[in-house]
T-cell receptor, first 117, second 116 residues
Framework: AQKVTQAQTEISVVEKEDVTLDCVYE???????LFWYKQPPSGELVFLIR??????QNEISGRYSWNFQKSTSSFNFTITASQVVDSAVYFC??????????????FGKGTKLSVKP | DAMVIQNPRYQVTQFGKPVTLSCSQT?????MYWYQQKSSQAPKLLFH???????NEADTPDNFQSRRPNTSFCFLDIRSPGLGDAAMYLC???????????????FGPGTRLTVT
C-alpha cells in the first residue's frame, strides 16, 4: 500500500539551529514522485520540491536541502540556520498514479515546526 | 504572477444552507482539485477535474458537488452543510500526468468554512 509517514508531529527549535524533518514512504511502484509542501499559518500550501524515483541526487536550495535515499525509503528535509519565518507545518507527499485519471497525492500527517527567536 | 485564487477566504453558512466556493487559476493547467482540510490534519482529496472529465473520490459524500465551466474556473458546492463540514477547503491545479511525469500541484490560499 502507498503510505507516507512523518513520525515527528511537532518540532521546536531556536532560531539559527539546523533542523531535519523526516519522511519515510512505502510504495509498490518503481516509478514514483515525492514532494514537500510548506503550510504557514496563513493556510496556503506552498510547493517546495518534486523528486522522481530515478534521481537520488541530493538537492540544495538556499537554506533548504533534501536527502533522498531509496535504500531506506526516506526523503528527509533539512533547514539550515532556521528562521522564525520557517515556522509552518511541512507535508511530505507521494504520487499515487492509480488515484483517478490524474493520480493523487498521498500526504503524510505533517510536521509542525516552530522556530523561536 | 500566475496563481490560484480562491474566494471568499472566509465563509460562514448556516446548517443546511447551500454554499458555493470558487476557485480560479491563471496557470492554464488542465487539472483542478478540491481538498478538504480539517484542523491538524493533512488535506483530503474530494475530487478532481481533468479538463471536463470529473473524478470523484470513492469516499466523498454526495453532499459535495463540483462544476468546472471552463479551464480557469472551478466551483465547490456543498448542498446541505453539516457541522462536520466546517473546514478549510483548498483548490489546487497541476499539469496533466504523463508517462514521464507526475507534476506538482499549486494551491490557492483556501476558504475557511464555518457552519453555524
Amino acid at each position: 500500500a502507498q503510505k507516507v509517514t512523518q513520525a515527528q508531529t511537532e518540532i521546536s527549535v531556536v532560531e539559527k539551529e539546523d533542523v531535519t524533518l523526516d519522511c519515510v514512504y512505502e510504495t509498490r511502484d518503481t516509478t514514483y514522485y515525492l514532494f514537500w509542501y510548506k503550510q504557514p499559518p496563513s493556510g496556503e500550501l506552498v510547493f517546495l520540491i518534486r523528486r522522481n524515483s530515478f534521481d537520488e541526487q541530493n538537492e540544495i536550495s538556499g537554506r533548504y536541502s533534501w536527502n533522498f535515499q531509496k535504500s531506506t525509503s526516506s526523503f528527509n528535509f533539512t533547514i539550515t540556520a532556521s528562521q522564525v519565518v520557517d515556522s509552518a507545518v511541512y507535508f511530505c507527499a507521494l504520487s499515487d498514479p492509480g488515484g483517478g485519471s490524474q493520480g493523487n497525492l498521498i500526504f503524510g500527517k505533517g510536521t509542525k515546526l516552530s522556530v523561536k527567536p | 504572477d500566475a496563481m490560484v485564487i480562491q474566494n471568499p477566504r472566509y465563509q460562514v453558512t448556516q446548517f443546511g444552507k447551500p454554499v458555493t466556493l470558487s476557485c480560479s487559476q491563471t496557470l492554464n493547467h488542465n487539472v483542478m482539485y478540491w481538498y478538504q482540510q480539517k484542523s491538524s490534519q493533512a488535506p483530503k482529496l474530494l475530487f478532481h477535474y481533468y479538463d471536463k472529465d470529473f473524478n470523484n473520490e470513492a469516499d466523498t459524500p454526495d453532499n459535495f458537488q463540483s462544476r468546472r465551466p471552463n479551464t480557469s474556473f472551478c466551483f465547490l458546492d456543498i448542498r446541505s452543510p453539516g457541522l462536520g463540514d466546517a473546514a478549510m477547503y483548498l483548490c489546487a491545479t497541476s499539469r496533466e500526468k504523463t508517462v514521464i511525469g507526475f507534476y506538482e500541484q499549486y494551491f490557492g490560499p483556501g476558504t475557511r468554512l464555518t457552519v453555524t
